[in-house]
């Protein structure tokens, strides 16, 4: 039971371009959505949130869009660097106080940047 | 400035060995967690801590034990070793607090393990 889904295993695009990466979800009590970006042999770092209550959240070249009613959410990245090459992952976590952060993961999605 | 350090980085166990896994963290973080990230799947919650002498069940518990006795230490322990086992093990922490619940986790870079 796959409670976060990121369908597109991978995603290629052109230096400069935006990147548009997307990740479902299936529970209604998820209320905060992080990014997560992972090199190889180095652990996921952190890389932009959203709290439920927010449509948007944007951090220099990084937005993240959600859509409750859709339980959708997507990270926009412009323009697209080499250095953002890597695996992505979409995490939620739900009600801040029985949670205890506990993450919920996708599968991840290959970014590659060409240049 | 170490954050999240896990030890060994790869290690290779026979079938019904036992390791642990170390975990430590320096940020003074009250919440930490284990996960298992098998090949291309997402990480899953294998227990969490919310504090030094807490310790809950995540989604995948089985075969594994864990304790944290301070805040800073949290050692993921595999009693009898089986090929289901191998897997990439990361380490994280977070801090949270009542008015502060939502806190990215940090992570370290891992724990590769082949059970052969």
């Known amino acids: 039971d796959q409670q976060v889904k990121q369908n597109s295993p991978s995603l290629s695009v052109q230096e400069g371009r935006i990147s548009i990466l997307n990740c479902d979800y299936t529970?209604?009590?998820?209320?905060?959505f992080l990014w997560y970006k992972k090199y190889p042999a180095e652990g996921p770092t952190f890389l932009i949130s959203?709290?439920?209550?927010?449509d948007k959240n944007e951090d220099g070249r990084f937005t993240v869009f959600l859509n409750k009613s859709a339980k959708h959410l997507s990270l926009h990245i412009v323009p697209s660097q080499p250095g953002d090459s890597a695996v992505y992952f979409c995490?939620?976590?739900?009600?801040?106080?029985?949670?205890?952060?506990?993450?919920?993961f996708g599968q991840g999605t290959i970014l590659t940047v060409h240049p | 400035n170490a954050g999240v350090t896990q030890t060994p980085k790869f290690r290779i166990l026979k079938i019904g060995q036992s390791m642990t896994l170390q975990c430590t963290q320096d940020?003074?973080?009250?919440?930490m967690y284990w996960y298992r990230q098998d090949p291309g799947m997402g990480l899953k919650l294998i227990y969490y801590?919310?504090?030094?002498?807490?310790?809950d069940k995540g989604e995948v518990p089985n075969g594994y034990n864990v304790s944290r006795s301070t805040t800073e230490d949290f050692p993921l322990r595999l009693e009898l070793a089986a090929p289901s086992q191998t897997s990439v093990y990361f380490c994280?922490?977070?801090?949270?607090?009542?008015?502060?619940?939502?806190?990215?986790?940090?992570f370290g870079d891992g724990t590769r393990l082949s059970i052969l």
């Open positions: 994280a922490s977070s801090y949270s607090t009542r008015g502060l619940a939502n806190q990215p986790q940090h």
């Open positions: 529970n209604s009590m998820f209320d905060y």
């Open positions: 959203i709290s439920s209550i927010k």
């Open positions: 995490a939620a976590s739900g009600a801040g106080g029985t949670s205890y952060g506990k993450l919920t």
């Open positions: 940020m003074n973080h009250n919440y």
């Open positions: 801590s919310v504090g030094a002498g807490i310790t």
